[in-house]
């Protein structure tokens, strides 16, 4: 069979694909696996646009061990089965009196896969997600069994929190939660110049900061979201109107139209700027930090440090004004706090996290290997599960860490198991040809 993910950059046929129920029968394939000098990747839900989960060997899926394993409300503690999605967490936890205190912008990844890659919202005093885990249990290379919190393994903890699924599979994670809350999203049009030269105020005065800015348009979009101590609610309907017919209906009629005439792009980014509505709305935290994205797209992001990131957005806007590429969909702006990581792209400081879309039936290439140099020359480091064509010398002078990781990951997996020729490349800089993804 055939797998693809979401973003339809990355299509293989692994030799099994496996849906286990149990851990002893995830350490058994492993075991199989390691017999055969095969390879074997885990795969959450797809929707990471670099080849990670790409094997010709096992694809395990944990789609059979999803849900709620234990909560413990003393301690705000909540245990789930690596598999579950997201979004099916956030309702029952919901029901259960919690909420996590960060998200990014969906909620269709699972657990396990969204945290492996380092996934981020967006906040001066938030890291990435992964930040908000208080153990992992996981089965390393030879298939034995380990539970790993911070205090007691400090150094396999935080490479766990993100491991790009190259230590092992996690089985279970427990999440740090809190007590249930809404949230109030504000959002404003701007120009461009003014957001950025306001863009630490912002993040200082709000728990969350984000802006979207169409290429081409002086506007752009400002979401500025804090609690709000009065719940609120926004109707099934109203939501629909917004997020369907809104954001994503009309959105998509515009993409297909720059599809057709690649030449209109610059008039209708700054049609769509010209439209982007300002908007209030009070709703239950995880309904507001996830937005549907049924558009289609390729992305590339990459984190730069948080003093340089307006200066890296001006840099883009001037070389896009000069260039004049055909793309259609916005640029986004977040804030993520630094943190000791190895992997994390922002690791060690604050970064700014710059993303680029393309509509995925358009060209990319030139536009983000471009803007990748940009990001490059800054020193930034790119998201793990995102578009990106970073060697693996560059990956290893930007994340000071790589080679402790890689030495720490050879002895959790002797055999190789889960190593595959596009983590050989991007890691090791081996030279295999891999044609797909990044
Ligand atoms: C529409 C869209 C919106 C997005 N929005 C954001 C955003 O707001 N912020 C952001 O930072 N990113 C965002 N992303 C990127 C996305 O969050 C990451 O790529 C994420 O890793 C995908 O999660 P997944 O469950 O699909 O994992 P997959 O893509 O299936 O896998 C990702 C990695 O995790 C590993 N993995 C999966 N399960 C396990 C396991 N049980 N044990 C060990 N390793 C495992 C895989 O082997 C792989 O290396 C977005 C992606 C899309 C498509």
């Given at each position: 069979?055939?797998?693809?993910?979401?973003?339809?950059?990355?299509?293989?046929?692994?030799?099994?694909?496996?849906?286990p129920q149990r851990e002893e029968e995830i350490a058994s394939y492993i075991n199989?696996a390691a017999?055969?000098?095969?390879?074997l990747?885990v795969?959450?839900?797809?929707?990471?646009?670099?080849?990670?989960?790409?094997?010709?060997?096992?694809?395990l899926?944990l789609?059979?061990m999803?849900?709620?394993i234990?909560?413990?409300?003393?301690?705000?503690?909540?245990t789930?089965w690596a598999g579950?999605?997201?979004?099916?967490?956030?309702?029952?936890?919901?029901?259960?009196?919690?909420?996590?205190?960060?998200?990014?912008?969906?909620?269709?990844?699972?657990?396990a896969?969204?945290?492996?890659?380092?996934?981020?919202?967006?906040?001066?005093?938030?890291?990435?997600?992964?930040?908000?885990?208080?153990h992992y249990r996981f089965i390393d290379g030879k298939g034995q069994i380990h539970d790993i919190y911070?205090?007691e393994k400090?150094?396999l903890f935080?490479?766990l929190?993100?491991s790009?699924g190259?230590l092992g599979v996690i089985t279970q994670i427990t999440?740090?939660?809190?007590?249930?809350?809404?949230?109030?999203?504000?959002?404003?049009?701007?120009?461009?110049?003014?957001?950025?030269?306001?863009?630490?105020?912002?993040?200082?005065?709000?728990?969350?900061?984000?802006?979207?800015?169409?290429?081409?348009?002086?506007?752009?979009?400002?979401?500025?979201?804090?609690?709000?101590?009065?719940?609120?609610?926004?109707?099934?309907?109203?939501?629909?109107?917004?997020?369907?017919?809104?954001?994503?209906?009309?959105?998509?009629?515009?993409?297909?139209?720059?599809?057709?005439?690649?030449?209109?792009?610059?008039?209708?980014?700054?049609?769509?700027?010209?439209?982007?509505?300002?908007?209030?709305?009070?709703?239950?935290?995880?309904?507001?930090?996830?937005?549907?994205?049924?558009?289609?797209?390729?992305?590339?992001?990459?984190?730069?440090?948080?003093?340089?990131?307006?200066?890296?957005?001006?840099?883009?806007?001037?070389?896009?004004?000069?260039?004049?590429?055909?793309?259609?969909?916005?640029?986004?702006?977040?804030?993520?706090?630094?943190?000791?990581?190895?992997?994390?792209?922002?690791?060690?400081?604050?970064?700014?996290?710059?993303?680029?879309?393309?509509?995925?039936?358009?060209?990319?290439?030139?536009?983000?290997?471009?803007?990748?140099?940009?990001?490059?020359?800054?020193?930034?480091?790119?998201?793990?599960?995102?578009?990106?064509?970073?060697?693996?010398?560059?990956?290893?002078?930007?994340?000071?860490?790589?080679?402790?990781?890689?030495?720490?990951?050879?002895a959790l997996d002797?055999?190789?198991v889960f190593?595959?020729?596009?983590?050989?490349?991007?890691?090791?800089?081996?030279?295999?040809?891999?044609?797909?993804?990044?």
């Open positions: 069979m055939m797998y693809r993910n979401w973003g339809r950059t990355v299509s293989f046929h692994p030799a099994r694909l496996v849906y199989q017999d055969q000098k095969k390879n990747r795969v959450g839900a797809g929707h990471s646009w670099t080849p990670l989960i790409q094997t010709d060997g096992v694809l899926s789609d059979r999803q849900g709620l234990s909560l413990l409300p003393t301690d705000e503690l909540v789930l579950t999605r997201l979004h099916a967490a956030l309702s029952s936890l919901w029901q259960a009196g919690y909420s996590l205190a960060n998200q990014g912008d969906i909620d269709r990844q699972s657990i896969g969204a945290f492996s890659t380092g996934t981020h919202g967006t906040g001066k005093a938030f890291g990435i997600l992964a930040t908000q885990v208080a911070p205090d400090p150094e935080r490479a929190q993100v790009l190259l999440l740090r939660v809190m007590p249930r809350y809404y949230l109030r999203l504000i959002k404003k049009v701007e120009p461009l110049e003014a957001v950025l030269e306001k863009s630490e105020m912002y993040a200082a005065q709000h728990r969350h900061f984000e802006f979207f800015w169409f290429p081409y348009s002086p506007l752009a979009l400002v979401k500025l979201t804090d609690i709000s101590e009065t719940p609120g609610r926004v109707s099934f309907w109203r939501r629909w109107l917004i997020d369907a017919v809104w954001e994503n209906g009309a959105f998509w009629t515009l993409n297909k139209i720059a599809q057709v005439f690649p030449r209109r792009s610059a008039s209708l980014c700054r049609f769509a700027g010209r439209n982007m509505t300002a908007e209030e709305r009070i709703d239950r935290a995880y309904r507001i930090f996830a937005s549907p994205r049924w558009v289609r797209f390729r992305e590339m992001e990459y984190g730069v440090p948080a003093a340089v990131g307006p200066e890296v957005l001006r840099e883009i806007r001037r070389w896009i004004e000069k260039h004049q590429p055909a793309v259609s969909f916005p640029i986004e702006y977040r804030y993520v706090q630094g943190d000791d990581i190895p992997l994390s792209p922002a690791q060690g400081e604050d970064r700014i996290f710059i993303a680029v879309h393309m509509y995925y039936r358009m060209p990319y290439e030139r536009y983000f290997r471009e803007i990748e140099a940009i990001f490059q020359s800054y020193e930034g480091r790119p998201h793990w599960g995102k578009m990106h064509t970073a060697s693996s010398e560059y990956l290893h002078r930007v994340y000071p860490h790589l080679s402790k990781f890689l030495q720490l990951r050879d002797p055999e190789g190593l595959t020729p596009y983590l050989r490349k991007v890691l090791w800089g081996e030279k295999v040809s891999v044609s797909v993804g990044s």
